[in-house]
């Protein structure tokens, strides 16, 4: 089975910073596309940024373009959202997930197929 793990969540203060990593194991290619998403209480989840095999594709949500940015290590398998001066706003779990089957690049949540168990992530003002 393919298996996805966040770390890094926790209390930031608003214009701080926090780095999420994600550890992708099994069954799955290491090019496939990722993705971060987050989810606030009593809101849909979202997607924050997605990013392609190579690295070189990427997507981000237009609330958080310029301070987050997304970045994948292939040979470790692993997947990084580096958060710069986030804001009270950003306070949501936030998910790692994988695209299975197919490979495409993609933005939208329901095309992907593995997903990790989430991290909570809290900032303060």
């Known amino acids: 089975q393919v298996q996805l793990v966040e770390s890094g969540g926790g209390l930031v203060q608003a214009g701080g910073s926090l780095r999420l990593s994600c550890a992708v194991s099994g069954r799955t290619f290491s090019r496939n596309t990722r993705g971060w998403f987050r989810q606030a209480p009593g809101k849909e989840r979202e997607t924050v940024a997605t990013?392609?095999?190579?690295?070189?594709?990427?997507y981000y949500a237009d609330s958080v373009k310029g301070r987050f940015t997304s970045s994948r290590d292939n040979a470790k398998n692993t997947l990084s959202l580096q958060m710069n001066s986030p804001k009270p706003k950003d306070t949501a779990v936030y998910y790692c997930?994988?695209?299975?089957?197919?490979?495409?690049?993609?933005?939208?949540?329901?095309?992907?197929?593995?997903w990790g168990q989430g991290t909570q992530v809290t900032v303060s003002s």
């Open positions: 997930a994988a695209r299975g089957g197919s490979y495409g690049f993609s933005t939208t949540s329901s095309s992907f197929d593995y």
């Open positions: 990013i392609g095999g190579s690295g070189s594709n990427t």
